[in-house]
């Protein structure tokens, strides 16, 4: 399967309603921001849960936010997530780098992406890993999940799905 | 720096009312602990935002929805320990200059919700950190009649701003918010569309 474009993937997300992109950045996540800093559509956050916390203003104020992110940066965000959108009924899309995916990677990204989908279970937010063979699916799942739970929703983005800027 | 004398200093209750009393329709984000618990006292109304928790992103709660709706002035009510935990967003605010935010810090120079142990913003500068972080107006301000002009000319300008209010650390007795957290979120979000 080829690696998804970013602009098709980011116009997938504009396709069911997403109008609202912050983040911090990541390399998975590079061909995406690059193409969302192009077409203006990115604000760029200095911490995750800046992140988080900016697209819950934008959420209140109308718009339907996503954040990008690497799965270091859930560490940063979990108190907002858990003490301000699972409570509150504020959600968001979490577009998450799985950095640490089987083990195959530096050192630091180890411990977070072995337990990652088990930290996203016990908070309770949704979760779907993206591929190119489902990606109509997840886009659907995305949607339907984020305007029925009222919450966070994870799109999990391994290396490979999306093409980036670096190799 | 010199500080004001005794006894002129405002409680935050008393800072609070003074700035409430100037609002029409602005949006309002009130970080968490007794700050929002005392807006809600003072005056409720559908426009408020009150946080419970999350502390540290009040300023980034008022910039997203600054940056969403960028015809209403969103004002801030934060406090200086919410603000030290996220000083980063002081950078982000001054970095993207939004005209329609002003960030009120009510700075009692301590953790008031939790027993008051003391912030650093005794000898760290608020004020100064957003000047240099980039927002356009700031101020700091003691007196009732400071607060009022500063405030009213923020609404007359283009933003960034930033009123630091320096305020004893009374407390005004005032009781949980009684909405829900959920029932806060839709309330507000129909008073901003």
């Excluded at chain 2, 005209?99 to 008031?112: A, P, Q, R, S, T």
Aim: glycine letters at 10%; one cysteine or more.
């Amino acid at each position: 399967m080829a690696m998804l474009e970013a602009d098709d993937f980011v116009k997938g997300l504009q396709g069911i309603g997403f109008d609202f992109f912050t983040g911090v950045p990541d390399t998975i996540l590079g061909g995406i921001i690059a193409h969302l800093t192009e077409e203006r559509l990115y604000t760029p956050a200095v911490r995750e849960d800046e992140a988080v916390a900016m697209a819950a203003g934008a959420y209140l104020g109308g718009k339907i936010p996503a954040v990008l992110m690497q799965n270091s940066g859930l560490g940063n965000a979990l108190n907002v997530l858990a003490s301000l959108n699972l409570i509150y009924q504020i959600p968001c899309l979490l577009l998450v780098s799985w950095r640490g995916f089987e083990g195959k990677d530096a050192p630091e990204h180890l411990v977070m992406g072995e337990t990652m989908t088990k930290l996203l279970d016990t908070v309770r937010i949704p979760h779907r890993t993206l591929s190119g063979e489902t990606i109509v699916e997840d886009l659907q799942w995305t949607a339907k999940t984020f305007m029925e739970k009222r919450i966070p929703v994870a799109l999990l983005l391994k290396k490979g799905i999306v093409k980036t800027i670096q190799p | 720096m010199i500080g004001p004398e005794e006894g002129v200093m405002q409680s935050r209750a008393q800072a609070m009312a003074a700035i409430l009393e100037l609002m029409t329709d602005q949006p309002l984000i009130v970080c968490n602990g007794f700050p929002s618990r005392e807006a809600c006292k003072l005056r409720d109304r559908d426009q408020n935002f009150y946080m419970i928790g999350s502390m540290g992103a009040t300023a980034g709660i008022g910039l997203g929805l600054a940056l969403a709706r960028p015809g209403k002035t969103v004002v801030v009510f934060d406090g200086d320990g919410n603000v030290l935990m996220s000083l980063g967003t002081l950078a982000t605010i001054g970095a993207l200059k939004p005209k329609n935010l002003i960030h009120v810090v009510f700075d009692n120079e301590v953790y008031g919700t939790t027993g008051n142990q003391p912030t650093y913003s005794r000898v760290v500068g608020l004020d100064k950190m957003a000047k240099a972080a980039g927002y356009l107006n700031v101020e700091r301000v003691w007196e009732r009649e400071d607060i009022v002009y500063e405030f009213k000319s923020m609404l007359g300008e283009e933003g960034p701003s930033f009123l630091l209010v320096k305020v004893n650390e009374q407390l005004e007795e005032a009781d949980r918010i009684a909405l829900a957290p959920a029932e806060l979120t839709k309330r507000f979000k129909g008073s901003v569309s």
